[in-house]
């Protein structure tokens, strides 16, 4: 049931996030310098920021950015966790001692600053909707760890199982043997490796995004609107919108997530 | 009885003859790095000086003249080498030992120690010579530099005199009295301080001033409302605009500060940007109409809330001496901007702007991350040249990414931030304007000036810079601004108000555009029991 009620409000935000594209005229960064800040109203159903943007079609556009890319990065990193979990979980030896070696250091490492240094490097003309897909891909990069170490278990347990010695011994191929014989007994641990990962970059790119390091104007992205809670005297209702969004959807992720998604 | 005229009365009588006591109440944004006040380099160590220093002469942030305060007079000669005070008789430190020419030749020989590194003493440091300092008598003191110093009076303004005799004695209305790093700074009055009030009585007015250090602003506004503290010294205009509807009384608008707000496009010979690039940013017509498409107005009106005003040049009007008043903004003008860029080559097809070799027209603008004001100012011009066919991606770096960038690596393309004139006289931006300067931030540190209108500055600010006469000064500055304005190395945009916010307890307050804005009169302010009255 509760799952039922997770997919139902990611559907509706992705189908609305998806829909406000097909609005004929609207823009996310269209200034109406005459209607800075005005309140939600039926042309600005949640009103407009200090430059006269509307803050609903913000909100929706970084819904659409979110939800989509980070499930994309998601996806790379589970892609990563396999590779190297996979690998370091079936071979053994000196390859999972230096995996697992490799994973603890990722794992200590200030993934924010990491992520501030990379994003410096960048050059200063590349597009917004350019240095968000680079964010998200730099947070799967540096994502792949932890699910890393749950596959590798997860190889391990199935490593020396009954099933797996009998392919072998029929002469099945290594690489057939984890693709076709391990790999689908893992699957409800990688889904839930998948879909713990996505809010967990949701809200990466949040805090990103509020200490202004996100996707630079005039793009909208969930951390971007999130800065201007950082004037919480200047704060009226609609500027809690974001917020909403935000965890609304990390709960129905957790609610979708297999055995509740207890990483996030 | 008419009782309301009896309390006006006595209300007037107690503003009139000048209410003692009380505590001043306001914060600071972090520690005072130091107390030495030959050391100052920070504001907050900068508001410890102005409220304990005694000085020579001081400049009034309002009329913005010099006012005799420890010298009844002075006379500079020598061209400008030599300036000689005549000092004040009735003066005292504050642990009660008398004032005299001796410590102001005690202070300047400190202050001019190369070991002590002041950065108070670099204006006067026109050349590698130690100043002759002569006293001829207990209260005179002839102060001659190696060199001319433009401006030389001023300069006196930021030297509090300390004591030969000891080293926690005060000439400032206030005295250090308590110091918990982190928490707070408790100033008392200074009892032996010289000045006196119209009545003869001895000022400051206020027993004691508690410096908060608090480095949130948000808690600084809420302290503010509860009445934990009387003043804010700067407001941003989001919070001047809540306050003015809650009570108008309570804030104060002083017009155009000496903050300006700009963009420049990066020049510099050794950037690693393509050739057609620094072509265009090197093109006066190019820089003139990208001016030309950004609407000034809107971004007082959008960004500050109508609390800013479109700039006029490189010198805000607040600088009421220097400021070439027959300058005036660049107007908002698409049509003149379009037409000044097919003049040179650049012709549109569709909504994109292209040059004579076919380049689409784009750049980069970087500004400082974290600032909202500069982000939105970005978003409007990225808007704005949208218009006339430009793409403006905006990038909002950490600040030391941006810093390396404008000075390291010139890997940027053009620039938005602002600009602090902390002093008025133009012999304090040689820094920026001479083209072999470091901080003549479009093209810095040139080895030989890279224009002829560059050059034409450099003569000009040298001129200047050597000129004793005001009047001579001026008209060769003006020159400059107006260099400035037509060559537009710095796209000026605005020139933000100066807004504060002041308890209705306070009296006396005369809010300023200069620093100390709020307090620059910090002698006369009073702070009442009663809300009554006006300031």
């Known amino acids: ?264 | 009885m008419n009782y309301k005229s009896i309390g006006l009365g006595l209300l007037c009588a107690a503003v009139s003859f000048g209410q003692f006591g009380g505590e001043l109440r306001f914060c600071l944004r972090a520690d005072p790095k130091t107390f030495d006040p030959l050391l100052v380099d920070d504001d907050n160590s900068e508001a410890v000086r102005y409220l304990t220093g005694g000085v020579l002469l001081h400049v009034n942030r309002v009329s913005q003249e010099f006012t005799p305060e420890l010298a009844a007079s002075w006379k500079v000669d020598l061209q400008g080498r030599r300036i000689t005070f005549q000092l004040r008789h009735d003066v005292a430190f504050s642990d009660g030992t008398a004032f005299s020419s001796a410590d102001v030749a005690y202070t300047i020989t400190k202050l001019m120690d190369p070991k002590l590194h002041s950065p108070t003493a670099d204006p006067f440091r026109s050349s590698n010579d130690m100043p002759q300092i002569a006293t001829t008598a207990p209260d005179t003191v002839a102060i001659t530099f190696g060199a001319p110093v433009s401006g030389l009076e001023r300069l006196f303004d930021q030297v509090a005199i300390i004591s030969s005799h000891s080293p926690k004695a005060v000439l400032g209305p206030f005295l250090v009295a308590d110091y918990k790093p982190g928490v707070e700074v408790l100033l008392s009055r200074n009892p032996h301080y010289w000045k006196k009030d119209s009545a003869g009585r001895r000022l400051p007015y206020l027993d004691r001033i508690h410096l908060q250090i608090q480095e949130n602003r948000d808690m600084e506004l809420v302290k503010f409302r509860r009445g934990e503290v009387d003043l804010i010294n700067s407001l941003d205009p989001e919070v001047f605009e809540q306050l003015s509807h809650q009570s108008p009384s309570m804030v104060a608008d002083a017009g155009a500060s000496l903050e300006s707000e700009m963009m420049w496009f990066n020049q510099a010979a050794k950037s690693p940007l393509p050739a057609y690039k620094k072509a265009w940013f090197a093109n006066q017509q190019f820089r003139r109409a990208v001016s030309e498409a950004i609407h000034r107005e809107d971004i007082a009106k959008v960004v500050y809330k109508g609390h800013a005003k479109p700039s006029e040049g490189p010198i805000s009007p607040a600088n009421k001496f220097w400021v070439n008043a027959a300058l005036k903004p660049h107007p908002y003008d698409i049509a003149s901007a379009l037409h000044r860029l097919e003049q040179e080559g650049f012709h549109r097809r569709g909504n994109v702007l292209y040059d004579r070799d076919g380049h689409a027209v784009e750049f980069s603008l970087a500004t400082n991350a974290g600032n909202r004001s500069r982000e939105q100012m970005a978003a409007m011009i990225q808007q704005d040249l949208q218009a006339i066919g430009i793409k403006v991606t905006v990038a909002a770096l950490d600040f030391p990414s941006l810093i390396e960038r404008m000075t390291q690596s010139f890997r940027y393309e053009a620039c938005l931030l602002g600009l602090t004139n902390l002093d008025l006289d133009p012999s304090a931006q040689m820094n920026v304007w001479l083209s072999s300067a470091e901080n003549h931030q479009w093209n810095p540190s040139e080895p030989t000036p890279a224009t002829p209108w560059e050059a034409q500055i450099d003569r000009l600010m040298r001129a200047q810079a050597s000129e004793l006469n005001a009047a001579k000064r001026k008209q060769l500055f003006d020159q400059v601004q107006q260099i400035v304005w037509e060559q537009e190395p710095f796209l000026y945009l605005v020139d933000k108000n100066s807004l504060m916010a002041f308890s209705p307890l306070l009296r006396n307050v005369a809010p300023s555009a200069i620093q100390p804005r709020s307090y620059w009169n910090i002698d006369l302010l009073q702070k009442s029991t009663t809300l009554a009255g006006s300031r």
């Open chain 1, 1 to 264: 049931m509760k799952s039922v009620f997770g997919w139902m409000v990611l559907g509706l935000l992705l189908v609305l996030s998806l829909g406000s594209v097909l609005v004929p005229g609207a823009s996310y960064a269209a200034q109406n310098r005459e209607f800075t800040n005005a309140a939600p109203s039926l042309r600005f159903l949640l009103g407009t920021d200090d430059l006269g943007r509307d803050r609903l079609l913000r909100l929706l556009c970084a819904t659409r950015i979110s939800l989509l890319l980070a499930a994309a990065a998601a996806l790379g990193t589970l892609l990563l966790a396999i590779l190297a979990g996979g690998a370091a979980g079936y071979l053994g030896g000196w390859f999972d001692r230096s995996m697992m070696r490799a994973i603890d250091l990722m794992l200590s490492l200030p993934w924010l600053f990491l992520l501030i240094a990379a994003r410096a490097l960048l050059p200063l003309n590349v597009s917004p909707q350019i240095s968000l897909i680079v964010t998200y891909f730099l947070l799967a990069l540096l994502g792949w760890a932890a699910p890393a170490r749950v596959v590798r278990a997860g190889v391990r347990s199935f490593r020396n199982s009954d099933f797996v010695l009998q392919a072998r011994a029929l002469g099945c191929p290594e690489v057939r043997v984890l693709w076709r014989h391990i790999l689908p007994n893992l699957r409800p641990v990688l889904l839930a490796q998948f879909w713990t990962s996505i809010p967990i970059f949701i809200l990466a790119e949040a805090n990103l995004g509020f200490l202004g390091l996100s996707a630079s104007e005039p793009f909208p992205t969930w951390g971007n609107l999130l800065r201007e809670l950082q004037s919480p005297l200047m704060l009226r209702p609609e500027s809690f919108a974001p917020v909403v969004a935000v965890v609304l959807t990390v709960l129905c992720f957790k609610l979708i997530t297999p055995w509740g998604g207890s990483q996030v």
